[in-house]
């Protein structure tokens, strides 16, 4: 390994073991964030890398991809941005893979055929200019491709950013006159994006759940902000979802990711409003960008749950019943696919049956 080499490997871990603390450390929260966040980490890796063959480039960005995995398992999103860049390399080099393997034939060697006619037996060959040929070819392939895949890498992250106004654009569809709609997520950006657009044109009260004991304080923020848009809010505890749910039209949730069978990660406490969404035959909206969707299938549920401070549910003052009792506080919920009628993209509205479909269909 060359020294210029050996330095770029050294930046390269270094870039990669900031990022994945950052992650452990939660300095970078939910999953717009860190959709971003990827996105720049991947074009500074993709700058600081060296490789020689298109197929060193995909391994290189697949083992990166797998280390920022292990740091956070339960943010898909990285790995849903890192397949997406894949996608990206493995479309270009496809597209000129012709002209970037025969560049790399024999570690930069040109592929002409060889002369061996008894008159050139005994001429001398200048391989040293051709060798230098072919290395420069190389160097302007990776070049090339590097510079594609970072401009791709761009256009993703403004489909990222751009995720809210297209999924904005399908409110006036969806929601009716003087509805009551009820949301378990007052945490979700994208979930008070589409209703303060919807509250342009349309008119409707929205019920609140208090989200205790994690999202309080985000609860109180979500409800100001739709009361400063004329929209008519009101906060209700999480234990007077089954009185209210008859007089709810819709149940409109944000989701943190979304799997191939249709079931998706929530907020805790969304799981038992969805329930009581069905048993009152009220449809549920989940609303997420395509950056949220991961083809993996939730075969362990537990491990989707991450446990919370137990302090916010029972203050440890209380140590004598704190010492009688184990008390968990769930962060998340796993919504089964069954409790979900619709999905609200950036791009279409899914049915929860056919997003299984939906995964086969852009993977061909």
């Known amino acids: 390994m060359s020294s210029a080499s050996h330095v770029a490997a050294q930046k390269l871990d270094i870039l990669v073991d900031t990022f994945i603390s950052k992650l452990k450390r939660r300095q970078i929260t939910g999953s717009y964030k860190i959709a971003t966040e990827t996105c720049q980490f991947l074009m500074r890796v993709i700058s600081t890398s060296r490789w020689s063959t298109p197929q060193e480039f995909i391994q290189l960005i697949r083992k990166v991809g797998q280390r920022i995995q292990e740091a956070q398992p339960r943010e898909f999103v990285t790995g849903n941005v890192v397949r997406r860049v894949l996608a990206i390399i493995r479309d270009e080099v496809n597209g000129t893979g012709d002209s970037l393997n025969n560049a790399n034939v024999n570690n930069g060697a040109p592929s002409a055929p060889v002369d061996t006619s008894m008159f050139q ?6 391989t040293s200019s051709s060798t230098n040929l072919a290395i420069k070819e190389n160097t302007r392939g990776q070049n090339d491709l590097r510079s594609v895949v970072i401009q791709g890498i761009r256009e993703l992250s403004d489909e990222i950013s751009s995720v809210n106004e ?10 009716h006159e003087n509805e009551v709609l009820l949301t378990p997520t007052p945490g979700s950006g994208t979930v008070l994006n589409f209703l303060l657009k919807a509250s342009l044109k349309r008119k409707f009260t929205v019920l609140v759940t208090e989200s205790y004991p994690n999202d309080i304080e985000e ?7 739709l009361a400063e848009a004329n ?4 906060i209700i505890p999480d234990s007077t979802v089954f009185a209210v ?5 819709k149940v409109l949730i944000g989701a943190r990711s979304v799997f191939a069978n249709g079931g998706c990660v929530s907020n805790a406490g969304v799981a038992a409003v969805c329930e009581c969404a069905k048993e ?5 909206f989940a609303v997420a960008g395509l950056y949220k969707f991961s083809p993996t299938y939730p075969f362990d549920k537990d491990s989707l749950i991450e446990v919370g401070n137990s302090g916010k549910v029972m203050p440890f003052e209380d ?11 769930p962060v998340f919920d796993y919504v089964i696919p069954e409790h979900i ?3 609200i993209t950036n791009m279409y509205v899914y049915f929860f049956l056919f997003i299984n479909l939906f995964f086969q269909f852009i993977s061909t």
Do not use: Q
């Not at 037996?121 to 200048?126: E, I, Y």
């Not at 609860?219 to 902000?225: E, G, T, V």
């Not at 929209?231 to 009101?234: D, G, N, R």
């Open 245 to 249: 749910m008859s007089r709810v039209g």
């Open 280 to 284: 009152h035959r009220t449809p549920v």
């Open 166 to 175: 297209n999924i904005e654009a399908m409110t006036v569809d969806l929601i």
């Open 219 to 225: 609860c109180h923020l979500f409800a100001k902000k």
């Open 121 to 126: 037996l005994l001429s001398t060959v200048n």
């Open 319 to 329: 140590s004598d019943l704190v010492g009688k009792c184990e008390v968990t506080n």
């Open 341 to 343: 009628d619709i999905y």
């Open 231 to 234: 929209i008519e809010t009101v």
